[in-house]
């Protein structure tokens, strides 16, 4: 079991799946490794883990997603030919993804869902708290999301997930929380996890999004999980029971998220996404910024 005062010092990335709303770009090409701006997605989100200093990062993947690898790995030659052109620019950013941090990989093998995907890292995690980053969600680095979830665990014990205000109207396309405040805590304790509830029957307008910090204990839980929604193995079935445990490693928390987030879950978020961190870059956000509003009029017309 996990000490009350271990650390967090691993991330598991998980990226295996197929990415068929995607198709047909994604058929030979990862959707990790669509690009968003002028880095893939996947890059962001180790980024994210390594700026809280979590540089120790398992990705779990899948079939065709070699490139994942390649793209964190050295290109020698490549870099070679940059350095002799003097394009010194473009060659520290291929050097910036190789030098992120430890990255290893292991394979999911049966797509049984995210809890089945988590539960694959328990070898290279072992008996410590962890961090968990779904590639759909990416953060923006300007705001603090990570770091504050993993002094939420160090205090609780327990396991961290995040959460987001939504319209009502919306929360049935999400898993929602049932919530409860803590005097004098800017966090709130999980009572209970609701996967999709119909707008009615929502106990909030709090929605679960892909950054967790997990107690080391949903590992034992997943393996005694039984497949849930889509017959998968549901990372949020075992939350529901650790949030209503006691006990060492048992209890689930909750941190509010009220800074910039980027969704690359559909075609369409995936879109909004580039748009709104092209218009924040330093380099492209300027001439974006005086060529959209001409664009959008004339759609007007």
């Known amino acids: 079991m996990t000490t009350s005062n271990a650390p967090v010092r691993k991330a598991v990335i998980p990226a295996a799946g197929l990415g068929t709303r995607f198709l047909p770009a994604t058929k030979a090409m990862p959707k990790e490794m669509l690009p968003v701006v002028d880095k893939p997605a996947i890059q962001y989100v180790v980024e994210e883990a390594v700026s809280v200093g979590l540089h120790d990062v398992l990705m779990i993947t899948g079939r065709n997603k070699r490139a994942l ?5 050295r290109v020698p030659a490549l870099e ?22 430890d990255i290893h ?35 923006d ?3 603090e999301l990570l770091s ?23 929360i049935s396309a999400y898993g929602c929380a049932d919530i409860e405040a803590i005097e004098g805590q800017d966090y709130v304790r999980i009572n209970k996890l609701v996967e999709k509830p ?13 950054r967790y910090v997990l107690h080391n204990s949903v590992f034992s839980v997943l393996e005694n999980t039984a ?20 006990g060492e490693g048992y209890g689930v928390y909750g941190v509010v998220f009220r800074g910039r987030r980027y969704d690359t879950g559909d075609k369409l978020s995936y879109l909004k996404a ?6 924040d870059s330093e380099d492209m956000g300027p001439g974006l910024r005086e060529w959209l509003p001409g664009f959008t009029a004339g759609l007007s017309d």
């Not at 119909?198 to 999004?209: F, G």
């Not at 849930?228 to 006691?246: K, S």
């Open 69 to 73: 690898e390649d793209h964190f790995d």
């Open 80 to 101: 070679a030919t940059l350095e002799a052109k003097g394009d010194t620019a473009k060659l520290a950013s291929i050097q910036a993804a190789s030098n992120l941090g």
């Open 105 to 139: 990989y292991v394979r999911q093998g049966d797509p049984k869902g995210l809890g089945h995907a988590v539960l694959r890292a328990q070898q290279h995690v072992g008996d410590e708290p962890f961090a968990v980053l779904l590639g759909d969600d990416l953060i």
């Open 141 to 143: 680095a300007r705001d």
């Open 148 to 170: 504050t979830m993993i002094d939420v665990q160090a205090k609780t014990g327990g396991s961290v997930v995040a959460l987001i205000e939504v319209e009502p109207s919306q």
């Open 198 to 210: 119909d707008v009615a029957d929502a106990p909030s307008n709090l929605a679960v999004i892909g």
């Open 227 to 246: 497949p849930g929604r889509g017959d998968e193995i549901q990372l949020t079935d075992a939350l529901q029971e650790l949030a209503a445990g006691e």
């Open 274 to 279: 580039c748009v709104q961190l092209a218009i």
